[in-house]
């Protein structure tokens, strides 16, 4: 019987284990060159939950803080590429952040002040947080307290492309400003239910940008904003029914398909006139 060389035989499964993250456990029983080739990619996802606060199940393995610490430090610095964490001690996060020192996508629904220079250190491209929770305790005094003063020059945001935000953009200082200083940045995405007030900030934030920014989303609850001539003639803006959920997050960490794929898609549309309409679905 035939047998492929090696490096075809490692390509293939390689590319398996790439495209079906899930199956790994599974590949790793074929043979134990197989499990060499292919086990550190199933450290590729990591999720990251507190278990008596997470209220949604996940296809993908729950890790806790213990399993992890219990992983050779070569695996999280050479595996990990997409981070999820959600509501993990500090403690957990400083760890898992300080290891995992390729990490490209994170996600993280309550950060910490001490966290910011250790996620400033990290090759990250793709980033969806509440800023303040970085920055709320680096801000200057201000007359008003509810206004946060993002360090927009800070090595957080050097590498990023995808930024999603999801807090109120209007409590930020002088957001479109800071956002045209961000060096990398092609894909935006505000998050603050119907506002009248967003609708007019996203002019201003294309404008500052320039043609550098190729998508700009304004997620809702599922009610479309109200119409904007100006913002009709921009194709670059989609409105998505999306509310920062982890399992689309999950889906574009394994799949690449996710609510930004999903905006590139639409963009498209209009681009092509197939579309006139500013607002697309989840």
Same mark, same amino acid.
């Given at each position: ?8 035989e ?8 790439y ?12 043979? +134990?060159?197989v +499990?060499?080739?292919? /086990?550190?990619? $199933? ?10 606060a !997470? ?13 992890? +610490?219990?992983?050779p430090?070569s695996?999280?610095r ?10 993990v001690p500090? /403690?957990?996060? +400083? ?19 001490? $966290?910011?220079? !250790?996620?400033?250190?990290?090759? $990250? ?9 970085f ?6 005094? !201000? /007359?008003?307290?509810?206004? #946060? ?14 930024? /999603? !935000? *999801? ?18 940045? =092609?894909? %935006? ?5 119907i506002?009248?007030? %967003?609708?007019?900030?996203?002019? &201003? ?7 550098? $920014?190729?998508?700009? #989303?304004?997620? &809702?609850?599922?009610?479309? *904003? ?11 803006? #989609?409105?998505i029914?999306y ?11 394994? =799949? ?7 905006a ?13 309409? *500013? *607002?697309?679905?989840?």
């Amino acid at each position: 019987m035939a047998t492929l060389p090696l490096e075809l035989e490692r390509e293939i499964f390689e590319l398996v284990a790439y495209s079906q993250p899930l199956f790994v456990p599974t590949l790793s029983l074929v043979a +134990k060159r197989v +499990k060499a080739w292919v /086990e550190n990619l $199933l450290y590729r996802v990591v999720v990251a939950s507190d278990p008596n606060a !997470i209220t949604y199940e996940m296809p993908c393995p729950d890790f806790r803080a213990s399993q992890i +610490k219990n992983l050779p430090p070569s695996v999280l610095r050479n595996s990990v590429r997409h981070l999820f964490l959600h509501t993990v001690p500090e /403690e957990g996060a +400083k760890f898992l952040l300080s290891h995992c020192e390729n990490l490209d996508d994170l996600w993280i629904s309550a950060a910490y002040p001490s $966290l910011l220079d !250790i996620a400033g250190a990290l090759p $990250l491209r793709r980033l969806s947080c509440a800023l303040e929770d970085f920055f709320q305790a680096h801000q200057a005094a !201000i /007359e008003e307290p509810r206004i #946060v003063r993002v360090d927009w020059t800070h090595p957080l945001f050097s590498h990023l492309t995808h930024l /999603e !935000i *999801y807090s109120p953009p209007e409590q930020f200082h002088d957001l479109p400003a800071g956002l045209a200083s961000l060096p990398n940045l =092609t894909h %935006l995405s505000l998050s603050s239910g119907i506002d009248d007030s %967003l609708l007019q900030l996203a002019p &201003t934030i294309f404008r500052m940008c320039g043609n550098r $920014l190729r998508i700009l #989303v304004f997620s &809702t609850d599922g009610i479309p *904003y109200p119409h904007n001539p100006e913002l009709a003639e921009e194709v670059r803006f #989609v409105q998505i029914n999306y509310a920062y959920m982890p399992e689309d997050w999950l889906a574009g960490a394994l =799949t690449g398909a996710d609510f930004w794929s999903r905006a590139e898609e639409f963009v498209a549309l209009r681009l092509t006139g197939q579309v006139e309409l *500013y *607002y697309g679905s989840s």
